[in-house]
């Protein structure tokens, strides 16, 4: 395959109404002139309004997916979505840094849907650390943060010291600054602010921005930057409509 896009590949669930998931990354990839792959962990009923039920992929399937994708094609950053497990993702990232050491991975933790249907069983929560360490950033809102690392909220910037990876907490549940979302890096701690108050709810919309953010380390964009333009991205997205399902446009 020849092309002059770099190669992003996402790693998540199948939403039939495209708002969130592996669909919603590729409209996003497209959008920032990114080659999208996808490989979904699992496929999805549900609408925007509701989740009913999810089929899980085996994950010797989505290993051999990895596998054939990565020795095919020189792939820059992967997003990683909804997993079963700590161990299904651990395994995942495993597989990627086998292979390919130097792609960048952002995960972005959807550990329930907004119908509170949980995805993840994070009884295994003892391996997060060590699973953390093989991923550049992850994307938590308040509420994931807080399964995530118990304590964290009240806690950011004692607790970050402890956590292998950059986190980028988004303010969609920020109780003092709703749309303020906070970088967390390993010496600095950046706040970007919301600069479209005009934003409506939408379905996915994690996905549009963790997806964005990949994008943009994918093409060469450093992790700062790559979240701040993310941002104006999903500003843009989140205003676009006034229900559950917006729209993409060129950033």
């Not at 907490?169 to 479209?196: A, F, M, Q, W, Y």
């Amino acid at each position: 395959m020849s092309t002059n896009r770099p190669i992003v590949l996402s790693i998540a669930g199948f939403d039939p109404t495209a708002g969130a998931g592996v669909l919603a990354d590729i409209k996003t990839f497209e959008q920032h002139q990114v080659t999208g792959f996808a490989i979904t962990t699992g496929n999805t009923i549900q609408t925007e309004n509701e989740f009913f039920e999810i089929e899980w992929t085996d994950l010797s399937f989505v290993i051999r997916s990895i596998e054939t994708l990565f020795q095919n094609y020189k792939i820059k950053a992967v997003k990683i979505g909804i997993v079963p497990s700590l161990d299904y993702l651990n395994q995942i990232l495993s597989a990627i840094k086998l292979v390919s050491p130097t792609t960048q991975i952002v995960w972005d933790p959807v550990l329930k849907s907004t119908t509170a249907f949980e995805f993840i069983n994070m009884d295994d929560q003892l391996d997060l650390y060590k699973i953390l360490s093989k991923i550049d950033l992850i994307t938590p809102n308040y509420n994931e943060a807080q399964i995530l690392f118990p304590g964290f909220i009240s806690n950011q910037l004692s607790l970050k010291n402890e956590i292998p990876t950059s986190v980028l907490l988004k303010g969609g549940h920020n109780p003092s600054e709703i749309g303020t979302d906070r970088l967390l890096l390993k010496d600095e701690v950046i706040d970007l602010l919301p600069s479209n108050k005009k934003c409506f709810e939408k379905h996915g919309s994690g996905c549009v921005l963790s997806s964005a953010i990949t994008a943009h380390l994918a093409l060469n964009y450093p992790l700062i930057k790559s979240c701040k333009n993310a941002k104006t991205y999903i500003e843009k997205y989140l205003s676009s409509t006034s229900n559950l399902i917006g729209y993409h446009y060129v950033p």
